[in-house]
């Protein structure tokens, strides 16, 4: 399974690399457009771009990390890497979310907004196209190797595409009469950088932390319940090992159980939720049923 793992990671590493290549190309292409067309809504989507080369960067510094094997200080391997990374790039993004967003009410403050011209909204909706292509690859590859820092990158992606085509609405109304329409249309755009900071933010602070999907806890709960011999459930819990599930559980059987067959059932449970429920390793550790109704 570890051999599978690690070559998902190595799989994911070319979403990655494609983000990072497409966000250099079009942020440098849309940042030139926008100073020469005097765009604030094209130079904001610019500087998006600019963080998500940032974040894309640190999924693959993840990725890479991850695969490295246990070593003599890190036993359970490198899993947490992505989680780190993502934090990082949270920081950095919401940064310059910030900057984008006090430019551009600094701009409407001192009316010092002009009508870009509508070149910019051209290439605002052909860098949207592009972004939807690169979401959508993404997105297939995430779900055939079942990567979550991958998906979230395809998630970013399409965000990406519908924050230019906002940029060109906010190019095009200007057109109309309305030049503050593209400043206000900038910092919107800031809003969602910081926006998408904040999200990255508490996903890799709530798995770095353990926290864990009670649903999921649920549904472990329901498929132990349902194995014969186990009389009850006394504590179960979950935590993420980069996109690896773990799982503690406790579980009450008779007490004149023979201990051989009490092995045997902890090995069903372990094997139920590994191959039914995805789950990468299971620790089981068994007490007596009386055990458990005491509070034990």
């Known amino acids: ?6 070559k998902n990671l190595k799989i994911g590493e070319k979403g990655a690399k494609l983000s990072i290549i497409v966000y250099i190309i079009l942020s440098v292409f849309k940042l030139t457009v926008a100073y020469m067309t005097n765009s604030a809504a094209l130079k904001a989507d610019g500087l998006n771009n600019v963080t998500d080369i940032i ?3 640190a999924v693959l510094v993840g990725l890479r990390i991850s695969q490295r094997p246990p070593d003599k200080d890190h036993k359970y391997g490198h899993w947490k890497s992505e989680a780190i990374a993502s934090l990082i790039a949270a920081f950095i993004m919401f940064a310059v979310g910030a900057e984008v967003i006090i430019g551009a009410f600094s701009s409407l403050v001192n009316q010092t907004s002009e009508a870009p ?9 052909l860098a949207a196209a592009i972004m939807f292509v ?3 690859y993404n997105q297939k590859l995430a779900k055939s190797i079942d990567s979550k820092s991958l998906y979230a990158v395809a998630m970013d992606n399409r965000s990406d595409a519908l924050v230019s ?4 609405i906010g190019i095009f109304g200007s057109q109309l009469g309305l030049p503050w329409l593209d400043t206000v249309t900038a910092v919107i755009v800031g ?4 926006k998408t900071a904040w999200e990255i933010f508490r996903d890799s602070t709530h798995q770095l932390t353990d926290g864990f999907d009670e649903d999921k806890i649920e549904e472990y709960e329901n498929a132990i319940h349902a ?3 186990v009389k009850e459930i006394k504590e179960i819990k979950g935590r993420l090992y980069g996109n690896n599930i773990v799982v503690d559980v406790i579980i009450c059987v008779e007490g004149t159980m023979d201990i051989n067959l009490a092995h045997d059932l902890a ?5 139920e939720l590994i191959e039914n429920h995805h789950v990468y390793d299971v620790h089981v550790h068994v007490e007596p049923h009386e055990t458990c109704e005491d509070g034990g």
């Open 1 to 6: 399974m570890d051999e599978q793992k690690y």
């Open 55 to 57: 974040a894309s960067i």
């Open 117 to 125: 011209n509508a070149i910019a909204g051209y290439v605002a909706l």
């Open 134 to 136: 690169v979401s959508t």
């Open 165 to 168: 085509i906002g940029a060109a």
């Open 191 to 194: 809003c969602l950088i910081v």
């Open 227 to 229: 194995i014969e011999g």
């Open 267 to 271: 090995t069903l449970v372990e094997k």
